[in-house]
């Protein structure tokens, strides 16, 4: 890629302002603030910030904090388009914005995150409610509120799914909530926390049916593959998880998910003028593709803006490397478990558990906003992120 002068100015169109694409705006427009040769341009369908850790609170009609997107570029020169994404043109380095609006661009940041898969199963997409969003989650919140007792079938029993379930039992007592899925909850925890995460389930009443397998959402409840099925008056849907299929029309390489396939600088293979971050990225790590997290996200997000940076130049960017460091999993607003893990995501033997764990959960899902702040002032360091250094020394574990 040519090196930007001040007479041709550089576009960065950033798609999707979710955790990982919120941390390439901010940090490559603080960065480059004071340059006139270019500008980043932001992209998402809401103004607000959706705090995606935080939707099944919304789920259960509890306020979440309104963080403007707007406010936060504020200052940093980069503009924000509030609009849906329908295609990308790679050939025209060109996308469209609901289907009236085309913006150009020179270099293009792909963070449109993930979605519930509700294709894997039949009726899910007409029947089943999800935590894609905030206006889906409020949907369910509206759903529950009318409810005078009843069940409500929480489908995947994945993280998303036990800190659903847990927060609809806490917050609806009156209401029988199964939680079910292929897999037990927590399997991939160390036994104590899984011991732990059992335990708070069965305080709220949970009950929990593993080893089952949804064949069809209906209007009315799940049929399982069994023959049986389980009546019930709303169904959420958490399992699994897709992305927008709009990388693959526009010709990127992706993964057998749909996922943008990124080099170690995060751009992606097949397209190196376009990067990838977050949840819709394919990001290969000496353990194997990373899974969709925010604690991988945000730092995706910063090191393809450092990327981008050093390719305009004229620099060869550097690889990206990321370790896990925990998976907190709320059990209620009172309790959780934490447990931390080893950087390929595998269980160390510490978890922490009941109200520290709670407060450590509140923590962690609170960050991001202040942390873009502070970014804007100060922009991040890549080392600066937790196994920094550490992370390529991957443990067996266990
Ligand atoms: C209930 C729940 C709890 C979770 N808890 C945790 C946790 O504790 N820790 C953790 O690490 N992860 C957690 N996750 C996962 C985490 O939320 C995701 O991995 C993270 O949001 C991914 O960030 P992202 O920026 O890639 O995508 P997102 O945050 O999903 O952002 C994508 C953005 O793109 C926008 N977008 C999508 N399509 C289009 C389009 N066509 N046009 C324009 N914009 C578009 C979306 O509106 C959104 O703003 C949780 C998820 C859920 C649902």
């Known amino acids: 890629m040519m090196k930007a002068t001040a007479e041709q100015r550089h576009e960065v169109l950033v798609l999707g302002a979710g955790y990982a694409g919120l941390a390439t705006a901010i940090q490559l427009a603080a960065r480059t603030r004071r340059r006139g040769n270019l500008r980043v341009t932001l992209v998402n369908p809401y ?57 150009r661009y020179d270099t293009l940041v792909y963070g449109l995150g993930s979605i519930a898969d509700t294709d894997a199963v039949p009726g899910a997409d007409d029947h ?40 609809i039992a ?34 709220l009443g949970v009950q929990v049916r593993s080893g ?8 009315d409840g799940v049929e399982l593959a069994d023959g049986s099925g389980i009546r019930a008056d709303a169904v959420l849907w958490t399992s699994g998880t897709r992305v927008p299929p709009l990388a693959a029309a526009a010709g990127l390489t992706v993964d057998e998910r749909g996922r943008v396939v990124t080099d170690g600088a995060l751009r992606s293979v097949s397209h190196p003028e376009v990067y990838a971050v977050g949840d819709a990225a394919a990001i290969r790590q000496g353990y194997g593709v990373m899974h969709g997290t925010c604690q991988g996200g945000m730092p995706s997000g910063v090191h393809a ?84 250094g550490r992370y390529t020394r991957i443990r067996s574990a266990k």
Request: proline share 7%.
């Open 47 to 103: 103004d607000t910030f959706t705090e995606r850790l935080r939707l099944h609170m919304t789920a259960t009609g509890r306020r979440t904090p309104v963080l403007n997107i707007p406010d936060l570029l504020d200052g940093t020169g980069a503009a924000f388009v509030r609009g849906w994404v329908t295609a990308v043109d790679t050939a025209a380095r060109t996308v469209r914005i609901d289907d009236d609006q085309v913006l």
């Open 128 to 167: 089943a409610y999800t935590l894609n969003g905030p206006e889906d989650a409020a949907l369910l919140a509206d759903r529950l509120a009318r409810l005078d007792g009843g069940t409500v079938v929480v489908g995947g029993n994945g993280l998303t799914g036990i800190e659903a379930a847990a927060e």
């Open 212 to 219: 089952v397998e949804v064949a069809e959402v209906l209007p």
């Open 305 to 388: 803006a450092l990327s981008i940076l050093r390719v305009l130049a004229g620099k060869e960017p550097k690889p990206f490397r990321f370790g896990y460091y925990h998976t907190p999993v709320s059990l209620g607003r009172k309790d959780a478990v934490v447990q931390f893990t080893h950087p390929d995501d595998s269980p160390r033997r510490i978890v922490l558990t009941g109200g520290r764990a709670a407060k450590y959960k509140e923590t962690v899902s609170a960050a991001p906003w202040p942390t873009f702040a502070r970014m804007k002032r100060m922009p991040a360091s890549g080392a600066l992120w937790p196994h920094g």
């Open 170 to 203: 806490e917050r609806h007592p009156g209401l029988r909530v199964v939680l079910v899925g292929r897999q037990e909850p927590g399997a991939s925890m160390h036994p104590k926390a899984k011991a732990y995460l059992d335990a708070a389930l069965a305080r």
